[in-house]
Nanobody, 122 residues
Framework: QVQLVESGGGLVQAGGSLRLSCATS????????TGWFRQAPGKEREFVAG????????RYADSVKGRFTISREYAKNTVYLQMNSLKPEDTAVYYC???????????????WGQGTQVTVSS
C-alpha cells in the first residue's frame, strides 16, 4: 500500500509560482509512474503532468506546457510539481497520483492523495 500526501498549495497572485510536493509513505514508489491532476469547481478532474518511473517519459497538458514541471526526488520518495507563471484558470484542487500507468495521461493510477488547494488571484 502507498499513501500520498500533497502539500505546498496556497494563494498566489497571477504570474507567481508555487511548488507542490507529494510525499509518500508505505511501500516505496520508486518503480511507480506518477502524475498530477487537478479539479476546478464544477469541472471534471483533468490531467496536468505525468512522469514515468524511469524518468524517460514526461507528459504535460497543453494548458500547462512550458510553465509546469514534474520531477521526483528518489531519496525522499517525493514527487514535485513546479508551477510558474500561474494564471487564474490554474485555480483548482491538485491531486498527486501513483501507480503502474504507462499511458500517464489517463486516470488509471492505483493510488491518490487527498488534494491541495491552489488559488491564483488576478
Amino acid at each position: 500500500q502507498v499513501q500520498l500526501v500533497e502539500s505546498g498549495g496556497g494563494l498566489v497572485q497571477a504570474g507567481g509560482s508555487l511548488r507542490l510536493s507529494c510525499a509518500t509513505s508505505g511501500r516505496t514508489f520508486s518503480t511507480l509512474d506518477t502524475g498530477w491532476f487537478r479539479q476546478a469547481p464544477g469541472k471534471e478532474r483533468e490531467f496536468v503532468a505525468g512522469r514515468s518511473w524511469r524518468g524517460s517519459t514526461t507528459r504535460y497538458a497543453d494548458s500547462v506546457k512550458g510553465r509546469f514541471t514534474i520531477s521526483r526526488e528518489y531519496a525522499k520518495n517525493t514527487v514535485y510539481l513546479q508551477m510558474n507563471s500561474l494564471k487564474p484558470e490554474d485555480t483548482a484542487v491538485y491531486y498527486c497520483a501513483a501507480g503502474t500507468n504507462p499511458v500517464l495521461v489517463t486516470q488509471a493510477y492505483d493510488y491518490w492523495g487527498q488534494g491541495t488547494q491552489v488559488t491564483v488571484s488576478s
